[in-house]
């Protein structure tokens, strides 16, 4: 039948190419318009989502590990859902995220988690019942309360995101790193809490200097492409391939030489991955949230000179370095609103428009889902002439987020860092009399 067709067509090779792109245009063109109907049904229920900004007012005497707060994710922020076509497509509904915030304002730390107005009662009773002396209240957007960033305005203003120098499934140093010194029981003197360092420095930086920090974190939806299977799997079949690829040079196979004549596979790793592999397994038993980590330092200029201004901007650079293991995995400063040569942007109005829309997807808690034109991911060849700013998600395990925001115990004495007194918990009004 082709042949009859060429012959009774007489098409040469270009008219022949030329036709069969046209049957095949319908293709990518249904590809891209279902990308983008998608896009636009999840901006419009996106808009349609009511927020809340709740602080949390921390009790003075906090004993508890951040084992409490690995509870509070698990219970109030998984929200795990299969979505089908008409909820995706039809609908636009997106998995819900959350945002979890310390900010360090005038030198006072507070603790902020924004929340779907819909989830904020289960947010509260899961704080309150780790934390039943804490104290829950719904407050103004801090965000807002500072203008958009001009060249020529009164704010000094810097920010960046993170992500995971190395893979997913290698974690971060966590507070079960440090030993015994966090669980529950451990005298305070004696506890090292990873948080501290960054409690203590946020409780100091002077009046007309603010610094805020956001994880923004959903249950975790990404998928990695297996070489093994040849198609997209979860998490813990990609961690699982990752370690046996990684011991594979150490792997003995031995066909037919087990009990009924089943293959063997015999593994003798050096002692120095012992640490990598066991840290993996231990991962791969937690569940996990897609995560994206952004950081703003501001500073008043009528407050603040410019060398202060300076050593602010270095200073927060290095918040999350007690966390590195240097070794296995460390998070990974992107997205910086800077450029390394003076030639890069000789007028100015790049970095204006960067700083410009670092600050409003602070406020807007943008990650998962950023407009049209920051969601293709362009070639890592194009990316090094044209930065495009895309946020990179990535994933974190309940463990590593509790070790990124947790309330600190009385360990920490700074002296800005705002604590309730315990005595104001009461009982709940429906217990039996």
Known sequence: MIQDFLNTHNLNLVQMLIV???????????YIALFLWHHYRQERFIMGIKWVLLEIQVPRDVVKSPAAMELIFTNALYHKSIKGFWEQYIQGAPWFWFSLEIASIDGRVHFFIRTPTRMRN???TQIYGQYPQAKVVEVDDYAFHVPQYKKDGNWNMWGCEFNKLHNDFLPIKTY???GDDMKTGVKEEFKIDPITPTIEYLGSIPRGQQVWMQMVVRWSIKT???????KHVDFYEAAEEFLHKRLESYTKYSPGMGEGGIDTFEVRAPAFLDPLVKQVEANM?????????RLVALSDKRL????QFQNLRREVRLLFRQYAQPNINELNRINATQFDAPWSDPTGLALTAKKKRMLDWYRMRTFFHPPLQYTIKLPDVLTAFIPAGRPQPFVLSTEELATLFHFPGMVSETP????IESKIAKPPSNLPI
């Open 122 to 124: 289960l947010v509260e």
């Open 304 to 307: 603040c000179t410019e060398d």
């Open 416 to 419: 800005s860092f705002k604590r």
């Open 20 to 30: 069969a792109i046209g049957y095949l245009m319908p293709i990518p063109l249904a």
């Open 285 to 293: 038993e937690k569940l996990h949230f897609d995560c994206g980590i």
């Open 224 to 230: 990695y492409h297996s070489h093994e299977q040849k």
């Open 176 to 178: 079960k790193s440090f």
